[in-house]
């Protein structure tokens, strides 16, 4: 034996909190109790019960995704990895794929289709605004794109998409597949798979519908499922490939070992969401995030990005400069529980309206935290102001 002695750790009790922290952060966020429950159960795989499970997800994710395709499929693995699994089987090595790039996942969707041997283009959407439909009508004109690729939000700076649905119309227009990143957006505000032309959409597990990290969702269209039919270039990605998982998700076969707990937590997380319905989900978080936004201007700060491309998923908050915004996460979590986000290398913060994230007691103990932080290193911040504020447009549900 080469290392006798085993390792001496510490209990993972002594390692967690004692009290768990309010994940208010861009990732990931807290999860209902049936799903915390779902996930710590394990079942066979395959079989009777694995096989009512998975009907029942492609069901309720046919109608969150809003399309009648049956190829919907769980992923094991981050929402990056669905992310992959929609760029390594839809584009071909060569392929000219038009990638609308706003931030780090937009981009991480063009260095992906590089990465399959795609010939990439980018078009590159100036700072704190949103793709313009015209910008992308322009690019499209050179022609040949075979597949477009867009985030709805991008969680990274926060900046909402809106012309998404303009932009989809164009893709195809074009011919062009299209494949949309909704990972912190679906389930929070509308996504309408089919009447939007999408054509491949990805989402994780632990942002809008709120369920565990690392199983993921797609769902490709009819088009995309020809197209992958048809491809005749080897698929270099044994576990991504599409025809090979569509052996589990649509025939109950073996492709390899389904995450079982995960797929039973994103069961209940999808039952929870057909419960409450989308218009009503919508609305929950179109109040809350509108809400928050509100209490946090009126106790004196200012978001990172202009109404007319803001997201509601994720919001962005200006640091002043004589303020270090990691020290504000710090004092946030150490002193009221309450865990935010910064962002990449940018002195700025980040609040979460995902899922669970938007409930009103989760919003008031946030902007506390926040508000009182701020204070504590010398913000001039106002937070009954900010308070009172956020409970007005809650109280009016605009
Ligand atoms: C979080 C996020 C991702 C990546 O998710 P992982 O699970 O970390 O791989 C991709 N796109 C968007 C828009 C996201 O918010």
Same mark, same amino acid.
């Given at each position: ?16 909190? $004692? ?28 079989? $009777? ?20 395709? *049956? &190829? ?12 992959? +699994? ?5 584009? %071909?090595?060569?392929?000219?794929? !038009? ?10 969707? =063009?260095?992906?289709?590089? @990465? ?12 704190? /605004? ?8 322009? +690019? !499209?004109? $050179?022609?040949?794109? %075979?597949?477009?690729?867009?985030? %709805?939000?991008?969680? *990274? ?24 990143? =909704?990972?912190?957006?679906? *389930?929070?505000?509308? +996504?309408?798979? #089919?009447?939007?032309?999408? #054509? ?23 088009? =995309? ?17 599409? @025809? ?5 998700? #649509? ?31 919508? @609305?929950? &978080? ?34 002043? /400069? /004589?303020? #270090? ?8 979590? /150490? ?25 009103? &007691? ?5 902007? &506390?935290? !926040?508000? *009182? ?13 900010? +308070? ?11």
């Amino acid at each position: 034996m080469k290392f006798p002695v085993p390792p001496s750790v510490i209990p993972l009790d002594n390692i967690l909190p $004692d009290e768990p922290l309010l994940m208010m952060g861009a990732g990931p966020v807290p999860i209902p109790h049936k799903v915390a429950s779902a996930n710590s159960v394990v079942i066979n795989h395959l079989g $009777d019960t694995m096989n009512k499970v998975i009907d029942q997800v492609k069901i309720m994710a046919r109608y969150v995704f809003q399309t009648s395709s *049956s &190829h919907v499929m769980g992923v094991s693995g981050p929402a990056s990895a669905a992310m992959e +699994m929609a760029i390594a089987n839809l584009v %071909q090595p060569g392929a000219r794929v !038009l990638s609308v790039c706003n931030g780090v996942f937009s981009r991480r969707l =063009a260095e992906m289709v590089g @990465r399959v041997g795609g010939e990439v283009v980018r078009l590159e959407v100036p700072e704190k /605004e949103c793709a313009r439909a015209d910008a992308v009508a322009e +690019m !499209l004109k $050179d022609g040949g794109f %075979q597949v477009l690729t867009l985030v %709805q939000g991008e969680t *990274s700076n926060t900046v909402w998409n809106r012309e998404l649905v303009e932009i989809c119309r164009l893709g195809k227009s074009h011919g062009c597949l299209n494949v949309v990143d =909704a990972v912190c957006t679906l *389930s929070t505000m509308p +996504m309408e798979m #089919d009447d939007w032309l999408v #054509d491949a959409v990805i989402t994780g597990g632990q942002k809008g519908l709120s369920s565990i990290p690392g199983v993921s969702l797609i769902a490709f269209s009819n088009d =995309a499922w020809s197209f992958i039919e048809k491809r005749n270039a080897p698929m270099v990605h044994w576990c991504l490939d599409a @025809r090979l998982a569509d052996q589990f998700w #649509d025939k109950k076969a073996y492709h390899y070992t389904a995450p079982v707990s995960g797929i039973l937590a994103l069961h209940e997380a999808l039952r929870l969401i057909c419960d409450e319905t989308l218009p009503i989900r919508f @609305r929950r &978080h179109a109040v809350c995030s509108a809400a928050l936004q509100g209490g946090i201007e009126a106790m004196g700060l200012k978001l990172l990005i202009p109404p007319e491309a803001r997201l509601n998923s994720v919001i962005g908050i200006t640091v002043p /400069e /004589e303020i #270090d915004a990691n020290q504000i996460r710090h004092l946030m979590s /150490e002193l009221h529980k309450v865990e935010i986000s910064g962002a990449f290398g940018l002195n700025i913060l980040r609040i979460g309206q995902m899922g669970e994230q938007s409930r009103t &007691h989760n919003l008031f103990r946030t902007l &506390h935290a !926040l508000g *009182s932080a701020m204070r504590l290193e010398g913000g001039k911040i106002n937070l009954p102001a900010g +308070m009172a504020e956020m409970e007005r447009i809650l109280a009016s549900g605009v």
